[in-house]
């Protein structure tokens, strides 16, 4: 029953019904991904290993960091994996590459969720047009002007509402995952950040330790 009115609806929308079921399906495709990708994350986070991790990285035990964040899921865990790496060449440089690794995964779709929120209710615009045109064509058919004008005000109802539905309802997520990007973005920089001061730190604390006990060794 409710498939003999959803056909019977599509048919009635025109051919302009065709791309806006193609877009449809694309958005539902893009965002059932999304969501499996974020939840996914979600359960990879390991807030416990980044801080033993972050602890090591202060105390100068660049070893034992690297080895708590090999091989972890976690992006932020990644990212200080990739940078210990190359801790002594180019710390800051390592962590943007990882980082920027990291936000395009986290990023992947968005464009195209993007385009399908803009071009869903252009689509039914398109087709609010058209069907106003063939009902305006359909006037000087005396006998069949009345079927032909509700026909075309029809297609165009049905397609403009069509087009904005998919458009609302794409939107929600592609608000929602854009959030999550920024969010993790945001972690990701802040990670980084703190991650350069304090290798820097110890770096400096090693350096202090050892002049001291030379001049210890030389004073003895």
């Not at 079921?21 to 416990?48: H, K, M, N, Q, Y």
């Not at 990739?82 to 801790?87: R, Y």
């Not at 005396?142 to 939107?171: K, Q």
């Not at 980084?192 to 006990?213: C, L, P, Q, W, Y």
Request: proline share 2%; with cysteine.
């Amino acid at each position: 029953m409710l498939a003999n009115i959803v056909v019977t609806w599509f048919v009635k929308g025109g051919w302009i019904m065709y791309p806006i079921l193609l877009v449809s399906i694309v958005a539902v495709c893009v965002v059932g991904e999304r969501i499996f990708w974020w939840t996914r994350e979600s359960f990879r986070r390991d807030p416990a290993t980044l801080e033993k991790t972050l602890a090591a990285i202060e105390n100068g035990d660049f070893r034992e960091a690297s080895r708590l964040s090999k091989d972890s899921k976690d992006p932020v865990l990644r990212m200080i994996w990739h940078g210990l790496n190359h801790v002594h060449y180019s710390l800051q440089g390592a962590l943007s590459v990882a980082a920027g690794m990291e936000l395009r995964r986290a990023g992947r779709f968005l464009t195209v969720m993007d385009t399908l929120v803009t071009l869903a209710p252009l689509l039914g615009l398109l087709g609010t047009v058209t069907g106003i045109m063939r009902s305006f064509a359909s006037i000087g058919d005396a006998e069949l002007a009345v079927e032909a004008v509700t026909g075309g005000i029809g297609e165009a109802l049905i397609a403009t509402a069509c087009g904005l539905g998919i458009a609302i309802l794409a939107l929600v997520p592609f608000n929602y995952f854009t959030a999550k990007h920024t969010g993790l973005q945001f972690e990701l920089e802040t990670a980084a950040t703190n991650i350069d001061v304090m290798v820097s730190a110890a770096k400096r604390r090693g350096e202090t330790d050892t002049m001291t006990i030379r001049r210890e060794a030389q004073s003895a």
